[in-house]
């Protein structure tokens, strides 16, 4: 008996414990749950009327994301947290007609009710990494953005499928506490630093001590931030890219190590020797242990994900050009990786092999490629827009690469993207450019306001349905305005098909540079589109009704800008015309209205807080906890966009055609031309290039040195919206009328 009872108490807690285990309820799955996060931070309101699940696939199955419909909720499947990210957008604009914007603060507004999904989709990956960024993005958007900013952009990229981004935020910490290690002291170490817009071509050993010491506050902040991104992309099943070590030292390290092997790099930038870097040889006993103590402390603050970047002589030589040294140098720099991460991946930029083409012979080129074992260097195919360099290349002699698109030089803001050309082109790659294809991604250099070109390569790294470029236009235009609109449809048609067909380059508009007498031949001074069909474009968008997305906003913004942009090209043409001439009622007129012009694009921009110059230095000087560490992020802030190396190096490569730019900067310097102009006519001399040069130096100088916790930096920016205090279209309509009265 007390056996059977003994027996049946057995079951009785066996049972209790198998409907204890049974009643538990299951751990969240990961992705589904940072796809649920990404959705209330972008559609907070809405978010509940999606489910997202998870597609189960093998570990070489491609990434894939479904659409349906099911019970009232709208479902998205994914195999994992990045392709849900994917799907959910191209919900919202397929079915929505809504674009996303990169930028933190705007609002994503969807229909009230949400459309069906008829029947079921489901979109395979044709390639499993999608690349973004560079490291000059870092310094031409990037240098104070904080987690608000970035929570934006890392979600803005998932959605857009990004799954390998560059990830290179807080490392000079990783090296501060490096070379303090080696002996430097705290004030060596931060003035070896550079300031934060110029971070990117210090990385790339380009610079060193302009613009610093940086603050030690900084460093430590920047330590935060990047924990914070690395989590967030990592939770989005990124594989974030961080740098390794390629050999860039201070030069105090010759006064430590004396016997090391450390030379100078070549200058760059016209930039002066005080200035210039210095490298040590891979050779050295020294790089492997600085290698191991960078990898180290990193993956201590930081963990890693394998890839590293490592780009050594950007746009610099390096010490020999033999064959022999350059494979020796890539092998052993290699090898210092793998010394302390077994897994590690050289992920390396082939723009030098663009940039310096005729030092990088095909011997070379080779020799350095062959240094790596093939699979463990990752290359970055960096201007496909205009030269792919896979097909001269022997697809880069196996070592995987994956395709980019540039598509913007410095942030600059004209109108220049080729993306139909660059769809054909990647095209053509998936379809012969060998079976090391690795990815598709864009190297861009900097963030402008419009981002449909960045938007639809990142598309094609999926298997959608091909479309024509009318189908595109389209589409483009329908997210834009928010629902079909023929007025925008045709708009973007011409904006696709006729004027997107120039590739990127690092000039501007006309107006936002220093005038050069009789100049006609730069860059800036050719437009491979007719101007009237832009023209046209602007008056079939001010023809659309009255909207209020952001990205029907922008379209404004940019092709409105872009026209009177135009318009001053020509002006200015007719002016040195008049100039030779002696005509001085004909540079009268030319110059008024150029003048005038200008104050209108500083209104168009003023409509938009991305194409503000009070918007850039106010997230410059919110970085400072003191009014001097503010005013140092404001000096910062004004170089890089103005002279950028204070001498003229580099003047006007980062130019904007922003609010608050164009009245208040450019302007001035055109007055001063203007001013030359009428002067040299009158004493019937010609125009001094010269005299015009240095006068007009000062007045860049005094810009940059002008510290100011004033909200706005312009007339136009003060109002918020334009100085008419009118709507962006309304203002269109008006300008449009002013320029082209007979249209």
């Known amino acids: 008996m007390k056996k059977n009872l003994l027996s049946i108490v057995a079951m009785i807690m066996a049972s209790s414990f198998v409907a204890t285990i049974a009643a538990k309820p299951q751990a969240p799955d990961a992705d589904i749950t940072a796809a649920k996060a990404l959705a209330e931070r972008i559609i907070p309101d809405r978010s509940t009327a999606f489910e997202f699940r998870k597609l189960k696939s093998g570990k070489k199955a491609a990434d894939c994301f479904s659409l349906s419909s099911e019970n009232g909720k709208i479902i998205v499947a994914g195999n994992n947290a990045n392709s849900m990210a994917m799907g959910l957008n191209h919900y919202i604009k397929k079915y929505c007609l809504t674009t996303i914007s990169w930028y933190a603060g705007k609002t994503v507004t969807l229909p009230d009710t949400l459309p069906i999904v008829p029947s079921k989709e489901t979109i395979e990956a044709r390639t499993g990494t999608r690349f973004f960024l560079n490291y000059c993005t870092y310094g031409y958007t990037m240098p104070f953005w904080q987690w608000r900013d970035w929570e934006r952009f890392i979600d803005w990229m998932a959605l857009n499928g990004v799954n390998m981004p560059l990830a290179i935020t807080g490392q000079e910490a990783v090296w501060y506490n490096v070379w303090r290690a080696l002996g430097m002291t705290d004030e060596q170490v931060r003035s070896y630093f550079v300031g934060p817009s110029y971070l990117p071509w210090h990385r790339m050993a380009n610079i060193d001590r302009w613009n610093g010491p940086l603050p030690k506050s900084w460093l430590d902040g920047q330590v935060e931030l990047q924990k914070l991104i690395l989590q967030r992309e990592r939770e989005l099943n990124m594989r974030p890219v961080l740098p390794g070590f390629a050999g860039h030292v201070p030069a105090e390290l010759k006064d430590i190590f004396p016997d090391a092997n450390i030379k100078y790099l070549g200058s760059w930038g016209g930039f002066d020797d005080k200035y210039r870097c210095h490298f040590l040889d891979p050779s050295e006993p020294l790089f492997a242990k600085i290698q191991k103590l960078f990898l180290e402390e990193q993956t201590r603050l930081f963990g890693t994900d394998h890839i590293y970047g490592v780009d050594p002589f950007n746009e610099v030589d390096p010490p020999s050009w033999e064959p022999d040294y350059l494979k020796r140098v890539a092998a052993q720099m290699y090898g210092t990786l793998t010394a302390v991460d077994k897994k590690a991946v050289w992920l390396q930029m082939t723009w030098m092999f663009y940039y310096d083409s005729k030092k990088w012979t095909a011997p070379r080129l080779e020799a350095f490629l062959s240094g790596v074992p093939k699979g463990r260097m990752l290359l970055l195919d960096y ?223 003023a409509c938009h807080s991305h194409s503000r110059l009070d918007t850039w230095l106010a997230t410059a000087r919110n970085l400072g906890s003191t009014k001097a560490e503010s005013d140092y992020y404001e000096h910062d802030a004004r170089n890089i966009i103005t002279t950028w190396g204070g001498k003229g190096q580099l003047n006007d490569y980062a130019s904007r055609s922003w609010a608050g730019l164009n009245v208040g900067y450019y302007d001035h310097r055109w007055q001063l031309y203007f001013d030359e102009a009428f002067i040299a006519v009158e004493q019937g001399r010609d125009f001094d290039q010269k005299e015009y040069d240095s006068a007009v130096g000062e007045i860049e100088k005094e810009f940059v040195a002008r510290l100011t916790d004033r909200k706005c930096c312009s007339n136009a920016a003060s109002c918020g919206n334009s100085p008419h205090d009118i709507d962006i279209l309304t203002l269109s309509r008006l300008l449009y009328a002013k320029y082209f009265p007979s249209k």
């Open 383 to 605: 201007y496909c827009d205009y030269m792919e360099l896979w097909p001269t290349t022997n697809c880069f002699h196996g070592q995987p690469y994956i395709w980019c698109y540039l598509g913007n030089f410095g942030g600059n803001t004209a109108m220049r993207a080729n993306t139909k050309e660059t769809l054909a082109r990647l095209e053509n790659t998936f379809a012969n450019g060998g079976k090391n294809l690795a990815g598709v991604g864009s190297t861009l250099e900097g963030l402008d306001i419009q981002q449909a070109p960045f938007e639809e390569i990142l598309s094609a790294a999926w298997n959608f349905t091909a479309k024509d470029y009318i189908e595109i236009a389209h589409s483009i235009a329908d997210r834009h305005y928010g629902a079909p609109c023929q007025a925008a449809r045709k708009a973007w048609e011409i904006l696709y098909n006729d004027v997107y067909i120039t590739h990127s380059h690092s000039a501007g508009t006309l107006q936002c540079f220093r005038g050069r007498f009789g100049e006609t031949d730069s860059w800036y001074y050719h437009l491979d589109y007719n101007p009237r069909h832009l023209e046209e474009a602007w008056s079939w968008l001010i023809k659309a009704p009255e909207a209020t997305t952001d990205a029907f906003i922008i379209d404004l913004v940019v092709v409105g800008r872009q026209v009177l942009g135009n318009r001053f090209l020509t002006d200015r043409i007719a002016f040195d015309e008049a100039v030779k001439n002696r005509d001085l009622a004909s540079m009268r007129r030319y110059a008024t209205e150029m003048k005038e012009l200008i104050r209108d694009i500083d209104a168009i921009c």
